[in-house]
T-cell receptor
Framework: DTAVSQTPKYLVTQMGNDKSIKCEQN?????MYWYKQDSKKFLKIMFS???????INETVPNRFSPKSPDKAHLNLHINSLELGDSAVYFC?????????????FGPGTRLTVL | QKEVEQDPGPLSVPEGAIVSLNCTYS??????FMWYRQYSRKGPELLMY????GNKEDGRFTAQVDKSSKYISLFIRDSQPSDSATYLC??????????????FGKGTKLSVIP
């Protein structure tokens, strides 16, 4: 069973388009996250979300928005895509509060903006 | 100064060698320290987790935390070709409301040569 899954695995699109990436976790966790990993492999938090609170990394452009239809899903919507948005996007989940924040990651979505 | 510094490598060692991976950090509020392993084109997976200062051993892996020096290490004994991956250190502090945010190092790419 896949604990954290993402779709699609690959996404190639034109500048200016709007796209979504879906994430689902079957771990029963309360909190989900989106990360961006750039070409230099640096993994940076974008959002963390549970049913009480959305925490946004202040460096994330407002073209990015998380949408959570329920506790097991956190989708990422991106409007007006730009070349610099090309990266691998990872979804993750954790049970909070827990021992710190041990997170479980999905396989990633490789986004290429042309 | 970045919050978490990690030498990106790459690091290449012969099979059977002892590998030492390190991170330094500046935020004294960090309480939980983790090492993630990321294989090529996969999501990060939690390898080791420690709380506060001290050592933790799991098979061939040993994690050390020295909070006084703001320095953490991961040692891999009898390294195997299957250990070839990027190793990311991560650490977290309470960001309020009982939630934690992970801050990652840039990752060290390790290759174990047969």
């Amino acid at each position: 069973d896949t604990a954290v899954s993402q779709t699609p695995k690959y996404l190639v699109t034109q500048m200016g388009n709007d796209k979504s990436i879906k994430c689902e976790q079957n771990l029963g966790h309360d909190t989900m996250y989106w990360y961006k990993q750039d070409s230099k492999k640096f993994l940076k938090i974008m959002f963390s979300y549970n049913n009480k609170e959305l925490i946004i990394n202040e460096t994330v452009p407002n073209r990015f928005s998380p949408k959570s239809p329920d506790k097991a899903h956190l989708n990422l919507h991106i409007n007006s895509l730009e070349l610099g948005d090309s990266a691998v996007y990872f979804c993750a989940s954790s049970q909070v509060p827990t021992n710190g924040d041990t997170q479980y990651f999905g396989p990633g979505t490789r986004l290429t903006v042309l | 100064q970045k919050e978490v510094e990690q030498d990106p490598g790459p690091l290449s060692v012969p099979e059977g060698a002892i590998v030492s991976l390190n991170c330094t950090y500046s935020n004294s509020a960090f309480q939980y320290f983790m090492w993630y392993r990321q294989y090529s084109r996969k999501g990060p997976e939690l390898l080791m987790y420690t709380y506060s200062s001290g050592n933790k051993e799991d098979g061939r892996f040993t994690a050390q935390v020295d909070k006084s020096s703001k320095y953490i290490s991961l040692f891999i004994r009898d390294s195997q070709p299957s250990d070839s991956a990027t190793y990311l250190c991560a650490m977290s502090a309470n960001s309020g409301a009982g939630s934690y945010q992970l801050t990652f190092g840039k990752g060290t790419k390790l290759s174990v040569i047969p």
